[in-house]
């Protein structure tokens, strides 16, 4: 059984995927925790499942290295086999992701190295062009530039809005993260990428 620690700043849609996911017993995969950087309404969904939550709150800490320290704090009571970064909209510091390297992914809904950061959705509609896409990739100490474990293309249509073109992403990330927490359960090697 793969044990995965979630981390979400906000409303935890693909979060809840994992965690219908891993409610079938079948599923080789288990959420053991859900972790926040603020009070982030996806909490709730975790709560739902009676999954453990803790929150880290950024605003708490007087430099991101200290705020970093307590996360990883956090995060090592659950001793994750893996750590999923969903929709967690904060930089981890170095410290932070070399602990915890390769066993980190991160979904992303741009196909990278397309439309890295924090606004891959509103990068993608202002470049104007006709495709973009969904990732899920390692983390590394770079800013979505790790190594892609799977990504898809996502059409983009004439006229849509930032909400409407995320809307239409987040489907497909959902459905690629489960499949590659099913591929890391049944063996496949991260620090192979
Ligand atoms: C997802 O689209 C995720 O890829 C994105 O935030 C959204 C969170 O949705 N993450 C990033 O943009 C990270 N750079 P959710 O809270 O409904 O799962």
Same mark, same amino acid.
């Given at each position: 059984?793969?044990?995965?620690?979630?981390?979400?700043?906000?409303?935890?849609?693909?979060?809840?995927?994992?965690?219908?996911?891993?409610?079938?017993?079948?599923?080789?995969?288990?959420?053991?925790?859900? =972790? !926040?950087?603020?009070?982030? +309404?996806? %909490? #709730?969904?975790?709560?739902?499942?009676?999954?453990?939550?803790?929150? /880290?709150?950024?605003?708490?800490?007087?430099?991101?290295?200290?705020?970093?320290?307590?996360?990883?704090?956090?995060?090592?009571?659950?001793?994750?086999?893996?750590?999923?970064?969903?929709?967690?909209?904060?930089?981890?510091?170095?410290?932070?992701?070399?602990?915890?390297?390769?066993?980190?992914?991160?979904?992303?809904?741009?196909?990278?190295?397309?439309?890295? =950061? !924090?606004?891959?959705?509103? +990068?993608? %509609? #202002?470049?104007?062009?006709?495709?973009?896409?969904?990732?899920?990739? /390692?983390?590394?100490?770079?800013?979505?530039?790790?190594?892609?474990?799977?990504?898809?293309?996502?059409?983009?249509?004439?006229?849509?809005?930032?909400?409407?073109?995320?809307?239409?992403?987040?489907?497909?990330?959902?459905?690629?993260?489960?499949?590659?927490?099913?591929?890391?359960?049944?063996?496949?090697?991260?620090?192979?990428?």
């Amino acid at each position: 059984m793969l044990n995965i620690v979630v981390l979400i700043s906000g409303t935890g849609s693909n979060l809840r995927a994992l965690l219908e996911a891993s409610a079938d017993a079948e599923f080789p995969a288990r959420v053991v925790a859900v =972790g !926040a950087d603020r009070e982030a +309404d996806g %909490l #709730a969904h975790a709560e739902e499942f009676g999954i453990p939550t803790f929150t /880290v709150p950024f605003s708490s800490f007087a430099s991101r290295e200290e705020w970093g320290v307590a996360l990883l704090e956090q995060i090592r009571v659950w001793n994750p086999d893996l750590v999923v970064l969903s929709g967690f909209m904060r930089l981890l510091p170095r410290t932070v992701v070399d602990a915890l390297a390769p066993h980190l992914i991160n979904t992303h809904p741009a196909y990278l190295p397309e439309f890295p =950061g !924090a606004h891959g959705v509103r +990068d993608a %509609l #202002a470049a104007g062009v006709d495709e973009t896409g969904a990732s899920i990739i /390692v983390v590394d100490n770079g800013v979505d530039q790790g190594p892609v474990i799977v990504q898809e293309r996502v059409p983009v249509l004439p006229g849509d809005t930032e909400q409407e073109l995320h809307d239409r992403i987040k489907p497909v990330e959902r459905r690629l993260l489960v499949q590659t927490v099913l591929d890391i359960a049944n063996g496949l090697d991260l620090a192979s990428l």
